[in-house]
């Protein structure tokens, strides 16, 4: 069943060619919105790269604050929105996995945004969360490195029991709300998380091994008129592949 599961999100990618479109269109929006970015923080960098010296003996958080205060803001409101775009493109892609037409899936997702924000929200608080407990262990780490070693081995064994209970998450926003989603999803792993687990990592090692395939086939074709259309694809392909992956894994044991 595994393997199945594993061979239909294939052939899904290959002969599903509507599957492609909410994570291409994605990757559009995140370039043109990174561009974008970039030009706003240009001042910013520049003095960053030209001052570095001299912002080393300054509080340079509240330097930067005071000097591009809405720039920042501006790129974290962006940040922000394009996390929760990124979120409605996954239940698209989910959905269509699931057999949902392309209209119908971005539609229902679009709708569905609330969602997308409550998902966006817990990425980010995490995100903050591992940054204080990293900032955290490098304080114990300058007291009693051994201690700071044994609570980082801890610290990833639970995000990666975390990470197992709740992949499943998003395949199951398809036909719950957030809450219930997570708590579909932790369910759903109580009685196969071993499984679960080495679904996953077979998942890591096709990726890997399509990755290599990928790299070498970006050296041959470097500076050809078809380079920019790969290189699309190829970067969708692993986040397309992985949804795909736990959709159909979710769905099959239901």
Known sequence: MIFSNLFASLMQLVFKPKIWIPLLGMLIISTATTLAMSFVLQGLILDVTIYSSVLEAQPVFSVLLTQYFFEILLVLVLTFFMSVLGVISFM???????????????????????????????????????????????LVARVNEIIAIALVGILFVVLVVVLVKTVFTLPALNKNELRNAIKSS??????????????????????????????????????????LIVLALFETFPSLFFISAITNYFYSKQ
Not at 104 to 121: D, F, P, R, T, V
Not at 186 to 207: A, D, Q, R
């Open 186 to 227: 932790w369910t759903f792993t109580n009685n196969k998380f071993w499984k679960s687990t080495g679904y996953l990592l077979l998942v890591g090692i096709i990726l890997i091994i399509f990755g290599s395939i990928f790299y070498q086939i970006e050296l041959i074709i470097q500076g050809h008129v078809i380079e």
């Open 92 to 138: 698209s892609t989910s959905r269509i996995a699931q057999g949902e037409s392309l209209v119908k899936a971005i539609n229902k997702s679009m709708n569905e945004y609330q969602k997308a924000l409550g998902i966006a929200l817990v990425f980010w608080g995490v995100f903050i969360l591992m940054i204080f407990l990293g900032t955290i262990l490098s």
